[in-house]
């Protein structure tokens, strides 16, 4: 079974801003395909679900002039 990347974007709750900065980083490739023809494989999606699942949640807390929030 494959997969659009607006399905994928649902089944694993990202944004395509975070697909597209996974990719730039190399923690996941880009899916075959070219143009809107791209399809995602169900090994692919898993990955992806992995790569949520450890992945740090939210924003790191910003340093205050006085140094506490780091």
């Known amino acids: ?9 649902e089944i694993v709750g990202i ?3 975070t697909l597209q900065a996974w990719i730039a980083d190399g923690k996941v ?3 075959g395909g070219q143009g809107t023809g791209r399809l995602w494989e169900v090994s692919e999606v898993k990955t992806l679900l992995d790569l949520k699942q450890n992945s740090v949640r939210g924003r790191k807390p910003r340093k205050r002039a006085n140094g506490e929030g780091e």
């Not at 079974?1 to 974007?9: A, H, I, K, R």
């Open 1 to 9: 079974m494959q997969y659009t990347t607006p399905q994928v974007l």
């Open 15 to 17: 944004s395509r801003r």
């Open 29 to 31: 490739n880009k899916p």
